[in-house]
């Protein structure tokens, strides 16, 4: 009877679970997306690469304070409310909302916010990952005001026809 081959099974699981693990971490530092860890209480447990790029601040500078850093005054009560319906167990898709960087300067983000759990399954904390897409809504923004223009100058054109039509009809007998 092979007494080795339950060992190197449970060390064939464990390798296994070992480079999934790596290649897991692999991935979330090579995101251009922030991908951030925080507890129940909001405090950063891991800052990727991205985090640092979008925010500015190091994973040194941010791992073990609170996420509200980045958080605009006029936007601190969103951040309860996610904690809120992270511990019950909700995720939250696709959230924009507005940020501050380590500059001072804000950001429009889109957050997916997802609860984070332990070997028994208990909620512990949330995954947030954040894309900036300021440019999307500078975009958006530009176009509204294309539309308001260009619908305000059809409007005067409209009004110019019509005088002229008005201007016609008054001096047509037939």
């Known amino acids: 009877m092979d007494t080795d081959r339950p060992q190197q099974e449970f060390r064939d699981a464990q390798e296994q679970n070992d480079i999934a693990a790596q290649l897991l971490a692999s991935i979330v530092e090579?995101?251009?997306d922030a991908i951030i860890s925080k507890d129940l209480?909001?405090?950063v447990r891991s800052w990727n690469l991205g985090a640092e790029r979008l925010f500015g601040y190091t994973a040194a500078q941010m791992i073990g304070r609170s996420?509200?850093?980045l958080i605009p005054a006029e936007f601190e009560d969103e951040e309860?409310?996610?904690i809120g319906r992270i511990a019950k167990?909700?995720?939250i898709d696709q959230y924009e909302t507005v940020r501050q960087?380590?500059?001072g300067t804000r950001i429009h983000v889109s957050l997916t916010v997802s609860p984070i759990r332990d070997r028994s399954g208990k909620i512990v904390g949330a995954s947030k990952i954040g894309r900036d897409i300021s440019d999307a809504k500078k975009a958006q923004e530009k176009q509204k005001l294309l539309l308001r223009e260009m619908s305000h100058r059809v409007?005067?054109?409209f009004a110019v026809a019509s005088g002229v039509v008005a201007l016609s009809a008054r001096t047509t007998t037939t």
């Open 30 to 32: 090579s995101s251009n």
């Open 41 to 43: 209480n909001g405090i």
């Open 67 to 69: 996420i509200t850093i």
């Open 80 to 82: 309860p409310s996610i």
């Open 89 to 91: 167990g909700e995720r």
């Open 101 to 103: 960087r380590k500059d």
């Open 155 to 157: 409007k005067n054109l």
